[in-house]
């Protein structure tokens, strides 16, 4: 079964740290991009950032560019999130996503949740 | 950023309707343009990729089509299982841009 965790959410005050992880199975994990997506509480949407196969290239969307580090270990199929500098607007479901074709994304994780105080 | 512009924000229809949502891109673009349903608490579900193309094991009664900058999902006759928040995305140029979301509701 094809299949995506993730996990390491909680509970964060401002300006600390927290690193998401995502468990892929189920597939060749090192033939696919992958995506993050975020969706606050309330809210639509928001992507985060992606990963190239072999983690070559990575993009960011503007608001999280210079404090979150999108990376994966192919080795291990697993695709990790580091978020620093955490703001309360970052308070969401994080969820992991395969890119498939045209860059759709055709399989998501249950999403982990990461609350930031203030 | 492209940015996508989803109408309607709420939809009521009932049960055999036929619905559609559109979303508006800022910039023209080639078919990068994906459909997306979320139920409460789930995460979304691919349902058109490439604009036109349904995703494997979703209903025939959805459908994608496209004018200029403007992307329409059809669901051609309404069941209960569809009354849910769906979300457009372009995926031609990153960051990758969702449309604020259309939720269904039913009547």
């Known amino acids: 079964e094809v299949q995506l965790v993730e996990s390491g959410g909680g509970l964060v005050q401002s300006g600390g740290s927290l690193r998401l992880s995502c468990a892929a199975s189920g597939f060749t994990f090192s033939s696919y991009w992958m995506t993050w997506v975020r969706q606050a509480p309330g809210k639509g949407l928001e992507w985060v950032a992606n990963i190239k196969q072999e983690g070559s290239e990575k993009y960011y969307v503007d608001s999280v560019k210079g404090r979150f580090t999108i990376s994966r270990d192919n080795a291990k199929n697993s695709l990790y999130l580091q978020m620093n500098s955490l703001r309360a607007e970052d308070t969401a479901v994080y969820y992991c996503?395969?890119?498939?074709?045209?860059?759709?994304?055709?399989?998501w994780g249950q999403g982990t949740t990461v609350t930031v105080s203030s | 950023d492209i940015q996508m512009t989803q109408s309607p924000s709420s939809l009521s229809a009932s049960v055999g309707d036929r619905v559609t949502i559109t979303c508006r891109a800022s910039q023209n673009f080639s078919s990068y343009l994906n459909w997306y349903q979320q139920k409460p608490g789930k995460a979304p579900n691919l349902l058109i990729y490439a604009a036109f193309s349904l995703q494997s094991g979703v209903p025939s009664r959805f459908s994608g089509s496209r004018s200029g900058t403007d992307f329409t999902l059809t669901i051609s006759s309404l069941q209960p299982e569809d009354f849910a928040t769906y979300y457009c995305?372009?995926?031609?140029?990153?960051?990758?841009?969702f449309g604020q979301g259309t939720k269904l509701e039913i009547k």
């Open positions: 996503a395969r890119d498939w074709g045209w860059a759709s994304l055709d399989v």
């Open positions: 995305q372009q995926s031609y140029s990153s960051p990758y841009t």
